[in-house]
């Protein structure tokens, strides 16, 4: 199936000369939940807007279902939905109203049944008469999200979209979005929050100084670039790692009352029998063991700093 | 053509009339009966009449006309430079909406509210001063026209303002003169001959004069020539919202 959005040697240079994107290619594919990672001013939201027509390429072509987005702008545009990152909401409007408007701005038939819903699935069908500058950011939020959604969009961009909410309305945008992706939206969130990127996405892009440095299946990204430490809590402490020891990845912290040993999880032998063995030769015991895999933050962190 | 869209653009801009009735309405049609009371009634009742017309019935379309220049600039520009300032205009730039239907729906709202301003303007006139339209047609030509022109004006100023105090320059320091220069209150025959033909170089003469002469067939300059330049302008301002859209001037990244 060809993907959603194809993106081809895009490039991005402002007026002051600052290069935002350098020669980026990307392609979304259809139904799934792509979370683009970078830390602030990698380009990210340059990106987005680009797609969305929010901001003129310097160079390179984005295709949305095949369509041009700047030679077939409307096909291209009809298809996306998109919640940016800062509140822009119309203050002195209603809720209603302002999600009614985005409805038509997309040229949609006026649907009320359709907009009812979106206000109930996202808790806002309560304050529908209320003005946005009586809501709280949360709801504001939501307001963007239902605005993005009005015209039925199969392609929704939600750039940074919880950031200032609480943790219980994030963990319900997330519902929100898996509820979406199920019906067949397909989904590209940014975020600053790796966790969020770790619970919702099918994919991980990573993007820094205008480039696309890595896209990955986020299981195959974890696993591939994920390391499993065993931690071993010594009964009192060690100051060197014994030179008997010296062939196994391990490294001493907590002031030497703690053993670390790096290891690839995946591998046909993983050395902790070895390990265990050595360190009972060498006299070194512990009273506890646990085990942590990288998060995809620790991944995102090395990556960027490469 | 995405007409929804353009309904959409156009019912919103409505909206916000209503919603500031007393700003958009009550405070312009108070400000122009004002000038009705001083100029056409206590100060007009001193003034012998000009070409056969009293002065406080002189001074209606002109007063009219004052009205019009104004609010199709100050609403055109405030229609399109908020979205721009409280960022809402993301959505106009990524929603499937052409240069000519985003147009129509802001100069049209905006136009459509200097319309109507105009009319109750006209309407409360009425109660002042004895009032004939002797070209009912050509009125509402010179109306529709140059509240169309100068809400286009006013939209190209809000797409350049880059801050309140921009957007409040050109209406204060270049409109309004002009309008009170551009004999809203006298016939430029009144004036010395040196500054009749300075007159001449102001737009808003010939947009004065064709709008008086629609009510007492009398004018400053030809019919021709106030439709003829109310028109230039009119395709000066078409232009260069074309060039805007296309280069995406202050409006896009």
Sequence with gaps: MPPIISISHLSKTYGSGLKA???????????????????????????ISIICGIANPSAGQVLVDGHDNVADYRAARSMIGLVPQELHTDAFETVWATVSYSRGLFGKKAN??????????????????????????????RVMIAKALSHEPQILFLDEPTAGVDVELRKGMWEVVRALRATGVTIILTTHYIEEAEEMADRIGVINKGEIILVEQKAALMQKLGKKQL?????????????????YNLALSEGGSQLIYTYDSKAERTGITGLLAALREAGIRFHDLDTTQSSLEDIFVSLVRA | MNHRAVRAIYLFEMARTWRTLLQSVVSPVLSTSLYFVVFGAAIGSRITQIEGVSYGTFIVPGLIMLSILTQSVSNASFGIYFPKFSGTIYELLSAPVSFF??????????????????????????????????????????????????????????????????????????????????????????????WQTVALFNP?????????????????VSLGASLGITLGFLAICMATVWWIFKTGYRLKN
């Design chain 1, 231 to 247: 931690k071993l809590h010594l009964l009192g402490t060690v100051e060197a790692i014994p030179p008997q020891l010296a062939d």
């Design chain 2, 204 to 220: 808003v003469v010939y947009l004065i004069s064709g709008f008086r002469w629609s009510f007492y067939e009398i004018s400053d």
């Design chain 1, 21 to 47: 994107l350098n020669d980026v290619s990307l392609d979304i594919d259809r139904g799934e939940i792509f979370a683009l990672l970078g830390p602030n001013g990698a380009g990210k939201t340059t990106l």
């Design chain 1, 112 to 141: 009320p049944a359709y907009i009812e819903k979106v206000l109930r699935d996202l808790s806002l069908w309560d304050r529908k008469d209320s003005r946005i500058i009586t809501l709280s950011g949360g709801m504001k939020r």
């Design chain 2, 101 to 194: 239907e985003a147009v129509l729906g802001y100069v049209g709202a905006a136009a459509s509210k200097s319309i109507i301003l105009g009319l109750i303007i006209l309407a409360t006139a009425w109660l002042f001063v004895p009032l004939h339209v002797m070209h009912p047609f050509w009125m509402l030509t010179f109306l529709v026209l140059t509240a169309v022109t100068f809400s286009l004006f006013g939209f190209i100023i809000g797409v350049w303002a880059g801050n309140f105090e921009q957007l409040q320059v050109i209406p204060l320091l270049v409109i309004a003169p002009l309008t009170f220069l551009g004999g809203s209150f006298y016939s430029i025959n009144m004036l010395p001959e040196a």
